[in-house]
Protein backbone atom coordinates (compact mmCIF):
# COMPACT_ATOMS: atom_id res chain seq x y z
CA UNK A 1 0.00 0.00 0.00
CA UNK A 2 1.19 3.18 -1.26
CA UNK A 3 0.57 6.61 1.16
CA UNK A 4 0.58 9.87 -0.19
CA UNK A 5 2.37 12.36 1.39
CA UNK A 6 2.11 11.89 5.34
CA UNK A 7 2.43 9.60 8.01
CA UNK A 8 0.81 6.89 9.64
CA UNK A 9 -0.18 8.68 13.13
CA UNK A 10 -2.57 7.53 16.22
CA UNK A 11 -6.20 8.58 16.25
CA UNK A 12 -5.22 10.51 18.70
CA UNK A 13 -5.08 13.88 18.25
CA UNK A 14 -2.86 17.21 20.55
CA UNK A 15 -5.95 20.09 20.27
CA UNK A 16 -3.24 22.50 18.41
CA UNK A 17 -6.29 24.56 16.82
CA UNK A 18 -8.92 25.85 19.15
CA UNK A 19 -12.13 27.49 18.96
CA UNK A 20 -11.91 31.12 18.50
CA UNK A 21 -14.34 34.03 19.64
CA UNK A 22 -16.38 34.62 16.69
CA UNK A 23 -19.26 37.14 18.69
CA UNK A 24 -17.79 40.21 17.02
CA UNK A 25 -19.20 38.81 13.84
CA UNK A 26 -22.56 37.83 15.49
CA UNK A 27 -24.34 41.12 13.72
CA UNK A 28 -23.32 40.62 10.60
CA UNK A 29 -24.44 43.26 7.93
CA UNK A 30 -27.06 41.05 6.11
CA UNK A 31 -29.44 40.40 8.51
CA UNK A 32 -28.59 36.82 8.67
CA UNK A 33 -26.49 36.00 12.03
CA UNK A 34 -22.51 35.60 11.59
CA UNK A 35 -23.01 36.75 7.91
CA UNK A 36 -20.84 39.84 6.38
CA UNK A 37 -20.99 40.90 2.65
CA UNK A 38 -17.93 43.74 1.75
CA UNK A 39 -19.36 45.19 -0.82
CA UNK A 40 -16.72 47.28 -3.31
CA UNK A 41 -19.81 49.09 -5.06
CA UNK A 42 -18.66 48.29 -8.21
CA UNK A 43 -19.43 45.35 -10.24
CA UNK A 44 -18.70 41.93 -10.17
CA UNK A 45 -19.13 38.93 -8.95
CA UNK A 46 -20.52 37.65 -5.66
CA UNK A 47 -17.88 35.57 -3.55
CA UNK A 48 -18.62 33.47 -0.71
CA UNK A 49 -16.40 32.36 1.70
CA UNK A 50 -18.44 29.75 4.53
CA UNK A 51 -16.76 28.68 7.69
CA UNK A 52 -18.01 26.17 10.19
CA UNK A 53 -20.21 24.20 7.71
CA UNK A 54 -19.31 21.76 10.17
CA UNK A 55 -19.04 23.41 13.95
CA UNK A 56 -15.55 21.45 15.06
CA UNK A 57 -14.16 22.38 11.77
CA UNK A 58 -12.53 25.18 13.35
CA UNK A 59 -9.80 26.69 10.81
CA UNK A 60 -12.28 28.48 8.48
CA UNK A 61 -13.26 30.25 11.30
CA UNK A 62 -9.73 31.53 12.11
CA UNK A 63 -9.36 32.26 8.27
CA UNK A 64 -12.21 34.43 7.90
CA UNK A 65 -11.09 35.65 11.22
CA UNK A 66 -7.58 36.31 9.88
CA UNK A 67 -8.98 38.10 6.87
CA UNK A 68 -11.00 40.56 8.66
CA UNK A 69 -7.71 41.51 10.82
CA UNK A 70 -5.74 41.66 7.44
CA UNK A 71 -8.12 44.58 6.21
CA UNK A 72 -9.94 42.10 3.37
CA UNK A 73 -11.38 44.96 0.82
CA UNK A 74 -12.88 44.11 -2.41
CA UNK A 75 -11.96 46.14 -5.20
CA UNK A 76 -14.49 44.51 -7.57
CA UNK A 77 -18.04 42.98 -6.58
CA UNK A 78 -18.75 41.40 -2.99
CA UNK A 79 -17.31 39.31 -0.60
CA UNK A 80 -19.84 37.50 1.97
CA UNK A 81 -17.97 36.08 5.14
CA UNK A 82 -20.37 33.64 6.68
CA UNK A 83 -20.07 31.40 10.08
CA UNK A 84 -22.07 28.65 9.40
CA UNK A 85 -23.06 26.25 11.65
CA UNK A 86 -22.03 28.59 14.87
CA UNK A 87 -24.95 26.95 17.22
CA UNK A 88 -22.74 24.15 17.20
CA UNK A 89 -19.36 25.73 16.88
CA UNK A 90 -20.21 27.17 20.50
CA UNK A 91 -20.65 23.99 21.71
CA UNK A 92 -17.07 22.66 21.29
CA UNK A 93 -15.95 20.60 23.90
CA UNK A 94 -12.21 19.64 24.24
CA UNK A 95 -12.92 16.59 26.46
CA UNK A 96 -14.85 15.36 22.93
CA UNK A 97 -14.14 17.39 20.74
CA UNK A 98 -15.38 15.61 17.72
CA UNK A 99 -19.07 15.83 18.99
CA UNK A 100 -19.88 19.11 17.82
CA UNK A 101 -19.81 18.62 13.90
CA UNK A 102 -23.83 19.30 14.29
CA UNK A 103 -26.24 19.45 16.61
CA UNK A 104 -29.13 17.20 15.17
CA UNK A 105 -28.10 16.84 11.96
CA UNK A 106 -25.22 17.44 9.23
CA UNK A 107 -25.84 20.56 7.97
CA UNK A 108 -24.00 19.62 4.95
CA UNK A 109 -26.31 16.65 3.39
CA UNK A 110 -29.32 19.20 3.58
CA UNK A 111 -28.74 21.43 0.61
CA UNK A 112 -32.01 20.44 -1.89
CA UNK A 113 -34.65 22.20 -2.42
CA UNK A 114 -36.95 19.43 -1.09
CA UNK A 115 -35.44 19.37 2.26
CA UNK A 116 -35.41 23.25 2.55
CA UNK A 117 -38.67 23.84 1.73
CA UNK A 118 -39.68 21.00 3.28
CA UNK A 119 -41.48 19.42 6.85
CA UNK A 120 -38.29 18.41 8.51
CA UNK A 121 -37.29 20.25 11.09
CA UNK A 122 -33.60 20.38 13.28
CA UNK A 123 -31.66 22.81 14.68
CA UNK A 124 -29.19 22.47 11.78
CA UNK A 125 -31.74 22.76 8.94
CA UNK A 126 -32.74 25.86 10.99
CA UNK A 127 -29.54 27.42 10.24
CA UNK A 128 -29.32 26.24 6.58
CA UNK A 129 -32.80 27.95 5.98
CA UNK A 130 -31.44 31.23 7.74
CA UNK A 131 -28.18 30.87 5.06
CA UNK A 132 -30.03 29.66 1.75
CA UNK A 133 -30.58 33.48 1.01
CA UNK A 134 -26.52 33.88 0.95
CA UNK A 135 -26.29 30.83 -0.85
CA UNK A 136 -28.30 31.37 -3.40
CA UNK A 137 -27.23 34.88 -4.32
CA UNK A 138 -23.09 33.60 -4.19
CA UNK A 139 -21.83 33.15 -7.53
CA UNK A 140 -18.98 31.75 -6.54
CA UNK A 141 -18.19 29.60 -2.86
CA UNK A 142 -15.71 28.21 -1.30
CA UNK A 143 -16.82 26.54 1.41
CA UNK A 144 -13.92 25.76 4.16
CA UNK A 145 -13.70 22.61 6.02
CA UNK A 146 -11.11 20.13 7.74
CA UNK A 147 -10.88 16.20 8.50
CA UNK A 148 -10.54 13.93 11.04
CA UNK A 149 -7.52 12.33 9.83
CA UNK A 150 -4.44 12.72 9.08
CA UNK A 151 -4.94 13.13 5.18
CA UNK A 152 -3.48 15.67 3.30
CA UNK A 153 -5.41 18.57 2.01
CA UNK A 154 -8.03 18.15 -0.58
CA UNK A 155 -10.16 20.16 -2.67
CA UNK A 156 -13.35 18.21 -3.76
CA UNK A 157 -14.14 20.38 -6.79
CA UNK A 158 -17.36 18.63 -8.04
CA UNK A 159 -18.06 16.89 -10.95
CA UNK A 160 -17.85 19.09 -13.55
CA UNK A 161 -14.89 21.18 -15.62
CA UNK A 162 -15.55 24.18 -13.66
CA UNK A 163 -14.69 23.09 -10.85
CA UNK A 164 -11.73 21.55 -12.08
CA UNK A 165 -10.70 24.96 -13.82
CA UNK A 166 -11.78 27.06 -10.71
CA UNK A 167 -9.53 24.46 -8.06
CA UNK A 168 -6.51 24.31 -11.17
CA UNK A 169 -6.50 28.29 -11.00
CA UNK A 170 -6.30 28.59 -7.27
CA UNK A 171 -3.16 25.96 -7.48
CA UNK A 172 -3.85 24.77 -3.46
CA UNK A 173 -4.14 22.28 -1.99
CA UNK A 174 -2.21 19.70 -4.28
CA UNK A 175 -4.97 16.85 -4.74
CA UNK A 176 -7.93 18.25 -6.42
CA UNK A 177 -10.46 15.38 -5.61
CA UNK A 178 -13.76 15.73 -8.19
CA UNK A 179 -17.19 14.04 -6.70
CA UNK A 180 -20.46 13.71 -6.80
CA UNK A 181 -20.87 13.76 -2.86
CA UNK A 182 -23.19 11.63 -0.78
CA UNK A 183 -26.17 9.45 -0.35
CA UNK A 184 -27.18 10.77 2.84
CA UNK A 185 -28.44 14.40 0.87
CA UNK A 186 -27.01 16.81 -0.94
CA UNK A 187 -23.81 19.19 -0.35
CA UNK A 188 -24.14 23.38 -0.36
CA UNK A 189 -21.50 23.07 -2.44
CA UNK A 190 -23.70 21.09 -5.13
CA UNK A 191 -26.93 23.48 -4.25
CA UNK A 192 -29.08 24.67 -7.38
CA UNK A 193 -26.61 26.39 -10.00
CA UNK A 194 -23.57 25.34 -7.97
CA UNK A 195 -24.09 21.77 -8.85
CA UNK A 196 -25.24 22.18 -12.86
CA UNK A 197 -22.69 22.01 -15.45
CA UNK A 198 -24.53 25.03 -17.40
CA UNK A 199 -24.64 27.13 -14.68
CA UNK A 200 -21.56 29.63 -14.29
CA UNK A 201 -22.18 29.30 -10.50
CA UNK A 202 -19.40 27.81 -9.07
CA UNK A 203 -18.10 26.32 -5.93
CA UNK A 204 -14.84 24.27 -3.83
CA UNK A 205 -15.02 22.63 -0.90
CA UNK A 206 -11.68 22.57 0.43
CA UNK A 207 -10.18 20.06 3.47
CA UNK A 208 -7.89 21.94 5.00
CA UNK A 209 -6.26 18.89 7.05
CA UNK A 210 -6.81 17.41 10.10
CA UNK A 211 -8.94 19.60 12.51
CA UNK A 212 -6.88 20.71 15.23
CA UNK A 213 -3.58 20.78 13.46
CA UNK A 214 -2.02 24.18 13.41
CA UNK A 215 -1.50 23.55 9.29
CA UNK A 216 -4.88 23.33 8.61
CA UNK A 217 -5.52 26.79 9.65
CA UNK A 218 -2.41 27.98 7.01
CA UNK A 219 -4.09 26.19 4.64
CA UNK A 220 -7.81 27.73 4.65
CA UNK A 221 -5.85 30.64 4.76
CA UNK A 222 -3.79 30.44 1.95
CA UNK A 223 -6.76 28.69 -0.01
CA UNK A 224 -8.90 31.84 0.75
CA UNK A 225 -6.51 34.07 -0.39
CA UNK A 226 -5.81 32.22 -3.56
CA UNK A 227 -9.86 31.60 -4.22
CA UNK A 228 -10.19 35.50 -4.07
CA UNK A 229 -7.17 35.90 -6.11
CA UNK A 230 -9.17 33.57 -8.78
CA UNK A 231 -12.31 35.98 -8.74
CA UNK A 232 -10.80 38.94 -9.59
CA UNK A 233 -12.76 40.97 -6.99
CA UNK A 234 -9.70 41.84 -4.61
CA UNK A 235 -6.23 43.86 -4.89
CA UNK A 236 -3.61 41.70 -6.19
CA UNK A 237 -0.73 44.03 -4.60
CA UNK A 238 -2.90 43.15 -0.78
CA UNK A 239 -3.02 39.67 -1.99
CA UNK A 240 0.69 39.36 -3.37
CA UNK A 241 2.44 40.31 -0.03
CA UNK A 242 -0.09 37.55 1.30
CA UNK A 243 -0.17 34.70 -1.05
CA UNK A 244 2.45 31.54 0.00
CA UNK A 245 4.77 32.09 -3.51
CA UNK A 246 4.73 28.27 -3.49
CA UNK A 247 2.64 26.48 -6.65
CA UNK A 248 2.90 23.14 -5.77
CA UNK A 249 1.86 20.35 -8.86
CA UNK A 250 -1.27 19.62 -8.17
CA UNK A 251 -2.64 15.60 -8.86
CA UNK A 252 -6.47 14.98 -9.93
CA UNK A 253 -8.80 12.47 -8.38
CA UNK A 254 -12.08 11.06 -9.94
CA UNK A 255 -13.92 9.60 -7.01
CA UNK A 256 -15.92 6.82 -9.29
CA UNK A 257 -18.34 5.62 -6.51
CA UNK A 258 -18.88 5.79 -2.42
CA UNK A 259 -19.19 3.24 0.24
CA UNK A 260 -22.72 3.69 1.99
CA UNK A 261 -22.83 1.84 5.19
CA UNK A 262 -26.04 -0.79 5.29
CA UNK A 263 -25.58 -2.26 8.76
CA UNK A 264 -24.54 -1.39 12.06
CA UNK A 265 -21.19 -3.39 12.39
CA UNK A 266 -19.19 -2.05 9.61
CA UNK A 267 -15.12 -1.43 10.53
CA UNK A 268 -12.17 -0.86 8.45
CA UNK A 269 -9.67 -3.51 8.21
CA UNK A 270 -6.72 -1.39 8.49
CA UNK A 271 -6.34 2.53 10.01
CA UNK A 272 -7.00 3.73 6.90
CA UNK A 273 -6.01 7.96 6.88
CA UNK A 274 -7.31 8.90 3.20
CA UNK A 275 -5.61 8.60 -0.16
CA UNK A 276 -3.69 5.51 0.54
CA UNK A 277 -3.24 4.05 -2.87
CA UNK A 278 -4.20 0.03 -2.79
CA UNK A 279 -2.64 -1.70 -5.99
CA UNK A 280 -4.73 -5.07 -6.27
CA UNK A 281 -8.50 -4.96 -7.42
CA UNK A 282 -10.79 -6.79 -5.12
CA UNK A 283 -8.30 -6.24 -1.99
CA UNK A 284 -11.00 -6.36 1.24
CA UNK A 285 -10.24 -3.13 2.71
CA UNK A 286 -13.64 -3.14 4.91
CA UNK A 287 -16.19 -5.22 6.12
CA UNK A 288 -19.76 -4.34 6.55
CA UNK A 289 -21.62 -6.81 8.46
CA UNK A 290 -20.55 -10.32 6.69
CA UNK A 291 -20.33 -8.36 3.81
CA UNK A 292 -16.47 -7.96 2.15
CA UNK A 293 -15.53 -4.12 1.23
CA UNK A 294 -13.83 -4.93 -1.97
CA UNK A 295 -11.52 -2.59 -3.88
CA UNK A 296 -13.25 -2.35 -7.83
CA UNK A 297 -9.75 -1.43 -9.63
CA UNK A 298 -6.03 -1.12 -9.05
CA UNK A 299 -4.35 1.43 -7.91
CA UNK A 300 -7.62 2.04 -5.93
CA UNK A 301 -7.49 5.64 -3.86
CA UNK A 302 -9.49 5.26 -0.64
CA UNK A 303 -10.68 8.85 -0.44
CA UNK A 304 -11.59 10.05 3.29
CA UNK A 305 -12.72 6.93 5.30
CA UNK A 306 -14.93 8.07 7.92
CA UNK A 307 -14.51 6.97 11.54
CA UNK A 308 -17.90 7.65 12.26
CA UNK A 309 -18.95 4.51 10.94
CA UNK A 310 -23.34 4.80 10.95
CA UNK A 311 -25.67 3.25 8.97
CA UNK A 312 -26.74 5.38 5.55
CA UNK A 313 -23.18 7.71 5.94
CA UNK A 314 -20.37 7.44 3.59
CA UNK A 315 -17.93 5.38 4.87
CA UNK A 316 -15.33 5.99 2.06
CA UNK A 317 -14.83 7.08 -1.59
CA UNK A 318 -13.13 4.75 -4.03
CA UNK A 319 -10.85 6.88 -6.57
CA UNK A 320 -8.33 6.55 -9.63
CA UNK A 321 -5.52 9.28 -9.93
CA UNK A 322 -6.25 10.80 -13.36
CA UNK A 323 -2.80 12.68 -13.54
ZN1 LIG B 1 -16.64 19.15 7.06
Given at each position: MQKFGFSNMS?????ELLPIDI????????????VTTLD????GPHVLIMAL??????CGAHALSWLVDQGLQPRRGKVTLAFGNVDAYAAF???????????????????GRDILDGPRQSRDLARARVLRPIVEQADLLLDIHSMQTNCPALM?????AKGRTLAAALGVPPLVVSDSGHKAGPRMRDFLGFG?????KTALLVE???????ESREMAIQTSLRFLRATGTVDPDWLASRVDAQSPTQRFVRVTEAVTITTPKFHFLDDFEGMEVI??????????GNQPVL?????CTLV????????????VRFGRFET
Open positions: TTQALSRFRAGNTGIPYSGTQTHGNEVDPDNPGASRFLDEDMNRVWLCGVHEEESSCGQHWKSARAGTVIAMDTPYDDMPSRRQIVGQTA
